[in-house]
């Protein structure tokens, strides 16, 4: 993929976040695993005027978390890089997960067919009640207010009636749209996310986790994935 592609697949999952001077593409995916608070940059200043650029818990002064320790944010970046490979898909498993899902699809089109047969025919009902009640006000049996009364029942049932079909018959296509998406960034994902520039960096991360948590020590890593990303990394 190039990276315009790899950029409009990303650009419905973004969340308007300003960019900020001294902002970093992690902040905002990377949290403490001990308290779940958003790590923070912190630039540290030597005598000698280097400067050291860390994460740290934004509750780390406080007593309520026992994460004290600031974590290098070039370690930070590549642990997250290397977390990658963990979710990534090769052409056999991506064919599997595709496979399984459009079989899924298929069971829940019949479904929405069935209902959609339904669907038409509450609209015939429908439709036909609406021509009984035009014609009964039309000979003086029912009283103008009764009239509207039910003419606004008739009419809010028709507009659920017609949602429901639209929202049917849009719902298989995206669905296939978000896992072929979706499937296209998980393919090679390390690869992808390495090479890719920073503004793209921060896009993935947002848009594939919902929070990527950390400690100290480099075992202390855990994350959650936005869907479809969970589902299908767990497809079972």
Known sequence: ????????????????????????????????????????????RTKAGRVYEYFVC?????TVCPQRKALPIAQVEQRVADLYRTIELNPAQRERIEQIVLVKLHR???????????????????????????????????????????????????????????????????????????????QDAHATYTDAPVTVRKQLNRAIFAGIFLGPDPTQIRAELNEPFASITQPG
């Open 58 to 62: 934004h509750r780390s002064r406080d």
């Open 108 to 186: 829940q089109q019949a479904v929405n067919d069935e209902r959609l047969t339904q669907i038409a025919v509450e609209a015939q009902t429908i439709d036909a009640n609406q021509a009984k009640l035009l014609e009964a006000y039309y000979a003086g049996a029912i009283p103008r207010e009764l009239f509207l009364t039910h003419q606004r029942r008739l009419n809010a049932e028709q507009a659920n009636l017609v949602r429901e079909k639209a929202k049917m018959e849009s719902n298989n296509a995206d669905i296939r749209q978000r896992l072929c998406d979706a499937l296209d960034l998980l």
């Open 1 to 44: 993929m190039t990276w315009s592609t790899v950029q409009d697949i990303l650009t419905s999952r973004r969340n308007g976040e300003r960019s900020r001077e001294h902002d970093h593409y992690l902040k905002g995916t990377v949290f403490c695993v001990e308290c779940g608070r958003r790590l923070i940059v912190q630039h540290t």
